[in-house]
């Protein structure tokens, strides 16, 4: 009878100590909500394919995660992103990836998801505060030298050059802006900045029409003009386009679309500053999802930046940054 007793005490203790650690045993299920400055752009479509891409490696290891894609409409509407990152805190998602469309307006929600217990990594552009798990994002003031670099080359450290800027309040264009701007000045003081001060807006069609305004004023005195992002780029070749002086001017534009790439190979775009958003989706989730299983990630993370021109973008590097798994990561 002692030894049955003992047996049962035995085993009694066996399953005790196993529920207890499955009871303590690491989350094994995250839900991610990551939210971009808009959902049009291609730039955006590759972040997104690229969160998935993590989000499918995660789940085959064994952690399952679930992204969940929302943004604003809008590449403007700062208070609909800002509804979208108290929704998601509210909702009590594990963790989120954002790319603030201002490096203030969206300071007090991600704190306020932080007291939450909702963590959120910041993606592709700045934001004002210490209240993140980490910054993953390109160089982007080394983006706007490589611009820089690429216009002077063009025109042999001579002529007159325009900047069409992006959007008031974004951090990771406005130090593209500064990048090209302090790298022209300091670097080729021979090439006069004729205006720099103007706004693209959120668009194609905006950035279209502040690109008809300012070759209106200076379309027949300038040599170069530089674009910091792909609405802007987009808005500025479908006025040079329109006005038959495409191929004319020396133009370099931000970020990478089929359109860009076949206006290189027709001689109307000069050279695109590339960036690696499928990298930075990668990375934002992955990063995310480590510091919530307690592993230490660094505060700031480089996805890299590159110039890309007809001569080089045929190498195997280039294509594939060119052209990223879209259709395998956005079923």
């Known amino acids: 009878m002692h030894k049955i007793l003992l047996l049962i005490f035995t085993v009694s203790l066996a399953m005790s100590s196993v ?61 609909q992103q800002i509804q979208v990152v ?43 505060s210490e209240e993140i798990v980490s910054f993953v994002a390109t160089d982007n003031r080394k983006g706007g030298t490589l611009a820089a670099d690429r216009m002077g080359q063009l025109l042999n450290g001579k002529g007159k050059v325009l900047v069409l800027r992006y959007a008031e309040g974004s951090a990771s264009t406005s130090e593209r802006e500064e990048g090209f701007i302090t790298q022209m000045k300091q670097k080729f003081p021979d090439i006069q900045l004729v205006s720099s001060d103007q706004y693209a807006g959120a668009t194609r069609d905006t950035a279209k029409r502040a690109s008809e305004n300012l070759l209106n004023r200076f379309g027949d005195e300038v040599q170069g003009i530089f674009t910091p992002n792909e609405s802007s780029t987009a808005g500025m070749l479908l006025a040079l386009q329109d006005i038959g002086k495409a191929g004319k001017v020396s133009f370099v534009g931000f970020d990478a679309s089929q359109t860009f790439i076949d206006a290189m190979n027709a001689d109307q775009l000069h050279g695109i500053v590339v960036q690696n958003p499928f990298n930075m989706g990668y990375l934002g989730v992955l990063t995310m999802v480590e510091s919530l299983q307690g592993k230490p990630v660094n505060r700031k993370i480089d996805t890299g930046v590159m110039l890309v021109t007809k001569e080089n973008m045929q190498s195997p590097e280039v294509h594939a940054l060119l052209h990223p798994p879209l259709d395998q990561y956005l079923k």
Not at 100 to 106: E, G, Q, W
Request: glycine residues 8%; proline residues 6%; aromatic residues 4%.
């Open 86 to 128: 108290e929704g998601f805190a509210a909702q009590g998602v594990n963790g989120i990836v954002l790319a603030p469309l201002d490096n203030r307006a969206l300071v007090r929600p991600v704190a306020d998801a932080q007291r939450a217990g909702v963590p959120t990594v910041i993606i592709d552009s700045a934001l004002e």
């Open 19 to 79: 529920s207890c650690n499955k009871a303590e045993a690491p989350t094994k299920k995250f839900t991610i909500a990551v939210i971009p400055k808009g959902t049009t752009h291609e730039f955006w479509k590759s972040i997104h394919a690229g969160s998935n891409k993590a989000a499918s490696e995660l789940t085959a290891q064994g952690t399952h995660i679930e992204v969940i894609w929302k943004g604003p409409l809008r590449e403007d509407d700062r208070e």
